[in-house]
């Protein structure tokens, strides 16, 4: 198992390095100067000649990517240009909010999802399978952005239940700073208004990233579910006697979540992504908008830095679902 | 590719009402790009000031934007550009993609691990940010969103077709190919390129869907296709100023999104059951 997962470490740095290597590439061979775009037109060339030497954007690209390689080796992802803070202390800043938000997206997907599924592969063909098939269908297609559009405009516009967007409003000062989660650091200072009013800030974009994750889930559980269904020991845990929700829940629900966890991950995943446009529909201050104004700015040392973040963070998911995965089924061992 | 492939196609896709509602949307899809010119009420492009923000009507049947600009005969010339950017991504992708994954599987060795490495990194990392970072980085526009997706895409198709090509390449009758004295590209474009199709177009079924919401996505952001084209992502951005009171601007081209992506699915769906034959044993 050590062996196992000293060989993943190895590789999950090689492939941050490659994503590293992409991007830093991907972004310099172009024309567009990011310099002359935060300046605008009229900049005096003496002061976009000093600002192009502080980021060393005068040097040959191959020369910036060894200065990079070297900063980086020492925990150094640079300074970003539109900000002028740290781009590491930029990505500790953002990263909490799109934990919290990725987190309660993919708490509720696999709720929902789980839910959905059993009932569809327990009541096989009903109305109730139908239904449930034909949402999954719609939330995988459904665009996120559109989707989230769709809930502003039926909750916070026509109806006025929930809040617009953002992690609080404007004139409530957010908790004191320890996990950097609103809602984790509301409760933990015993600001229990904060909280709730937290809480209903992150209904809809954590409802709204749900969708796919929900959807991903309900199918592979179900097919999963069907096949277990199938097998000896319901059968004889059924003739045992015992009643259908604990064959259900106990024997089979246990043995189909295997699959589902890789799907899980996935799913985490694949919430990353989709909170870059959740969190620019709700305003939401994470790590999202921070590298999709980046891109938009060109700000290279953000769009670096928050590349290999992500993939890093996506990286680490990976590892964790093929860890659970040991775990759950001692049949598997990693050499 | 054997005769009545696409009879047994068709037969598939009919006999199960999902895919077939997928086909019709795609067709009508198709059929609204080619006919957009000839329908279409206005100008997709040009501004009518006293016209701007007008709730459908019979003029405007799906309203006007905030430059007064017909949304229908924008949706209309949308589907142009969704079908455009899926089409040559696919090509693009599908093509490289399958001559690399082909290529490295049957001749293996270094090339080949260090093409597998690559794809490696690639899908390690989620697809749409690398879109993004490529995207920004060539400068927003809706032909470097098909150089960027296009990118982020081939690893799919190299990943299918090698595995094909690994397999294929034990094979007997490719063995016999050889000892009858066929050269390597031979065997390759004419035994191994065939058997390894369906796969592939599976495969490119698949991701029709995922092309069209990725491309939308980036326009939405900001970093694809720029205004004024009448891209349904970039539609969906400039209605979200007007979502309280004009609805309409936003709300229209994002379920011409919905139900593009929609059509793909249900009709990829619909085609792996038909050409993926684990499946088929399954059911």
């Known amino acids: 198992m050590i062996a196992y997962l000293v060989r993943r470490l190895a590789w999950m740095v090689f492939v941050l390095m490659g994503v590293m290597t992409l991007v830093f590439f991907v972004s310099r061979v172009i024309p567009a100067d990011p310099i002359a775009a935060m300046l605008g037109g009229q900049a005096p060339p003496e002061l976009v000649e000093k600002l192009k030497a502080k980021w060393d954007l005068d040097k040959p690209v191959i020369q910036q990517y060894i200065i990079y390689l070297y900063r980086l080796s020492q925990g150094d992802l640079g300074i970003s240009i539109a900000s002028g803070r740290p781009v590491m202390a930029d990505l500790l800043h953002y990263f909490p909010a799109t934990f919290e938000l990725a987190t309660a997206g993919t708490i509720l997907s696999i709720f929902f999802g789980i839910l959905l599924g059993v009932i569809s592969a327990v009541k096989r063909g009903s109305f109730i399978d139908h239904v449930a098939r034909v949402s999954a269908l719609?939330?995988?297609?459904?665009?996120?952005?559109?989707?989230?559009?769709?809930?502003?405009?039926?909750?916070?516009?026509?109806?006025?239940?929930?809040?617009?967007?953002?992690?609080?409003?404007?004139?409530?000062?957010?908790?004191?700073?320890?996990?950097?989660?609103?809602?984790?650091?509301?409760?933990?200072?015993?600001?229990?208004?904060?909280?709730?009013?937290?809480?209903?800030?992150?209904?809809?974009?954590?409802?709204?990233?749900?969708?796919?994750?929900?959807?991903?889930?309900?199918?592979?559980?179900?097919?999963?579910?069907?096949?277990?269904?199938?097998?000896?020991?319901?059968?004889?845990?059924r003739s045992k006697g015992l009643s259908e929700g604990k064959v259900v829940m106990r024997h089979a629900l246990k043995n189909a979540l295997l699959p589902v966890i890789t799907v899980i991950g996935i799913t985490y995943g694949r919430l990353l992504e989709g909170s870059v446009i959740t969190e620019t529909v709700f305003s939401w201050p994470g790590l999202g908008r921070y590298a999709t104004n980046a891109f938009l700015a060109l700000d290279f040392p953000a769009v670096v830095g928050s590349s290999m973040f992500i993939a890093l963070l996506y990286a680490v998911i990976n590892l964790i679902v093929d860890i659970s995965y040991a775990y759950l089924n001692p049949k598997i061992r990693y050499h | 590719m054997r005769r009545g492939f696409l009879w047994e196609l068709w037969r598939a896709i009919k006999s199960t009402p999902l895919?077939?509602?997928?086909?019709?949307?795609?067709?009508?899809?198709?059929?609204?790009?080619?006919?957009?010119?000839?329908?279409?009420?206005?100008?997709?492009?040009?501004?009518?000031?006293?016209?701007?923000?007008?709730?459908?009507?019979?003029?405007?049947?799906?309203?006007?934007?905030?430059?007064?600009?017909?949304?229908?005969?924008?949706?209309?010339?949308?589907?142009?550009?969704?079908?455009?950017?899926?089409?040559?991504?696919?090509?693009?992708?599908?093509v490289s993609g399958t001559i690399i994954g082909l290529l490295c599987g049957y001749f293996g060795g270094i090339v080949d691990d260090l093409l597998m490495r690559i794809t490696d990194i690639f899908m390690a990392f989620p697809q749409l940010i690398l879109a993004m970072a490529i995207s920004s980085a060539l400068g927003p526009s809706l032909e470097n969103v098909i150089i960027a997706i296009s990118i982020?895409?081939?690893?799919?198709?190299?990943?299918?077709?090698?595995?094909?090509?690994?397999?294929?390449?034990?094979?007997?009758?490719?063995?016999?190919?050889?000892?009858?004295?066929?050269?390597?590209?031979?065997?390759?474009f004419r035994h191994v390129l065939p058997l390894s199709l369906s796969p592939i177009i599976v495969q490119l079924s698949l991701e029709m869907g995922g092309i069209i919401r990725t491309a939308a996505s980036l326009g939405f952001l900001g970093l694809g296709a720029q205004p004024p084209t009448p891209e349904w992502g970039v539609m969906v951005t400039d209605g979200r100023r007007y979502l309280p009171g004009q609805w309409w601007v936003s709300t229209f081209p994002g379920l011409a999104i919905f139900f593009t992506v929609l059509g793909f699915n249900l009709l990829g769906d619909g085609i792996r059951d038909v050409l993926d034959p684990r499946l088929r044993r399954g059911r």
């Open chain 1, 138 to 237: 719609l939330g995988v297609s459904m665009p996120v952005f559109w989707s989230g559009l769709l809930m502003l405009l039926l909750f916070y516009y026509t109806l006025g239940w929930l809040p617009g967007g953002g992690q609080l409003p404007y004139y409530m000062s957010p908790p004191p700073r320890i996990t950097g989660l609103v809602t984790i650091d509301s409760l933990i200072s015993g600001q229990f208004s904060v909280f709730v009013v937290a809480l209903k800030h992150l209904v809809l974009p954590s409802l709204v990233l749900s969708f796919f994750g929900t959807a991903a889930i309900s199918r592979i559980t179900r097919s999963s579910m069907l096949d277990v269904l199938r097998e000896e020991y319901v059968t004889t845990a």
């Open chain 2, 19 to 94: 895919s077939l509602a997928g086909l019709f949307i795609i067709l009508a899809l198709i059929i609204t790009a080619i006919v957009a010119p000839y329908v279409a009420p206005y100008d997709p492009i040009a501004t009518a000031p006293l016209e701007r923000l007008k709730p459908p009507s019979r003029a405007h049947p799906l309203g006007t934007d905030q430059l007064g600009r017909d949304i229908l005969s924008r949706l209309l010339f949308g589907a142009q550009i969704s079908l455009r950017i899926a089409g040559i991504v696919a090509l693009l992708a599908g």
């Open chain 2, 152 to 188: 982020t895409e081939w690893t799919v198709f190299a990943r299918v077709a090698r595995s094909r090509a690994v397999a294929i390449r034990e094979e007997t009758y490719v063995e016999a190919a050889r000892a009858v004295g066929a050269g390597r590209w031979r065997i390759l």
